[in-house]
């Protein structure tokens, strides 16, 4: 079976290695995906949901991506370095408030060229899709033709980057000379995990996919990732039902709500770095990494061996409020 056409633009595969004092801690093995290793201005797992997107995109004739994000987006930021790279224009609404001193993700996204458009956090809830279409609109007016992007680049197009990440991981399974008895993803948006979750199926389910939702509900994104996955059978034959109640998400871990920290999760990041020489972001994979390890210490996971844990990404997230906490 055929996976749609790509642009090839993240650093791959990206490397596979133990984390050995963490996996000493727990006394399982844990072992990391360094997907935070894909690029420097597009680092983190959206660039794999992008190489499929603007593909799609650049075969549609469009010449400006138009998406959407918080106010420290890793895909936002992704995208504003895709389009600059590929010569496309890059509208991103953002749900917060522009700041003089502007940090992280939004400098890097301002200098790359994207223009930015600020919401308040009801309009990005409630009118986010007009926004969108009206901007599309008039940038279709003004002579050039807009692509709109999902937030996280997760729609049935780009969950295929994780497809083709799961590819990935079972060719580099031979090269280790096991199996992975599962694999963690942090859920955000959904895409990722779908990608994951379509190609495991499609190899027979040798292995259990996990998602950590770090917003929202599980309940949500099951519903979410089989719309995905409905999404993906449009563009090729994916040979499984799809059964919402195989979707396994780990709910539990959003904590305070999306980038929001509390501060067990942010000493956590803290220590594994410390053991590790590993960094987690505040928003996405510490909170993932921190539910993992409690699920394991409570015993959650006991029959998993060998897991593997998708780090997505997310560096560029620490702002100074968070880093101030730290």
Request: glycine content about 12%; proline content about 2%.
């Amino acid at each position: 079976m055929k996976m749609p056409e790509r642009i090839r633009l993240a650093n791959l595969p990206t490397k596979i290695e133990k984390l050995e004092r963490l996996s000493q801690e727990l006394g399982k093995n844990i072992w990391i995906k360094r997907d935070d290793q894909t690029g420097m201005e597009v680092s983190g797992n959206k660039v794999r949901k992008l190489e499929f997107a603007a593909k799609e995109a650049l075969d549609r004739g469009c010449n400006h991506l138009i998406t959407c994000g918080g106010i420290q987006s890793n895909h936002a930021r992704a995208t504003a370095a895709v389009a600059a790279k590929l010569g496309m224009g890059c509208t991103l609404v953002l749900r917060g408030e522009d700041k003089e001193d502007r940090e992280g993700n939004l400098f890097l996204e301002t200098l790359m060229g994207a223009q930015v458009v600020f919401v308040t956090p009801e309009e990005f809830e409630n009118s986010l899709d007009e926004i969108m279409e009206g901007l599309k609109a008039q940038i279709d007016l003004d002579g050039k033709k807009g692509y709109i992007l999902p937030i996280g680049a997760s729609n049935g197009i780009g969950s295929f980057g994780y497809l083709n990440a799961y590819n990935e991981i079972a060719a580099q399974e031979k090269e280790l000379g096991f199996k992975f008895d599962a694999i963690v993803a942090t859920v955000g948006s959904g895409g990722t995990f779908a990608g994951l979750y379509a190609g495991n199926r499609m190899d027979g389910g040798m292995r259990d996919v996990l998602g950590i939702n770090i917003s929202s509900t599980a309940e949500y994104f099951r519903e979410r990732v089989v719309e995905l996955l409905k999404e993906m059978k449009g563009y090729m034959e994916i040979p499984f039902e799809i059964e919402k109640e195989d979707i396994n998400i780990i709910d539990g871990y959003p904590g305070l709500g999306y980038a929001l920290s509390r501060d067990e999760e942010l000493q956590f990041i803290k220590w594994l770095a410390r053991l590790e020489g590993l960094v987690l972001d505040p928003v996405y994979t510490g909170k993932a990494m921190y539910g993992l390890v409690q699920e394991i210490k409570a015993g959650n996971l006991d029959k998993y061996g060998n897991i593997l844990f998708i780090h997505t990404g997310g560096i560029f997230g620490w702002t100074r409020e968070v880093r101030g906490r730290i």
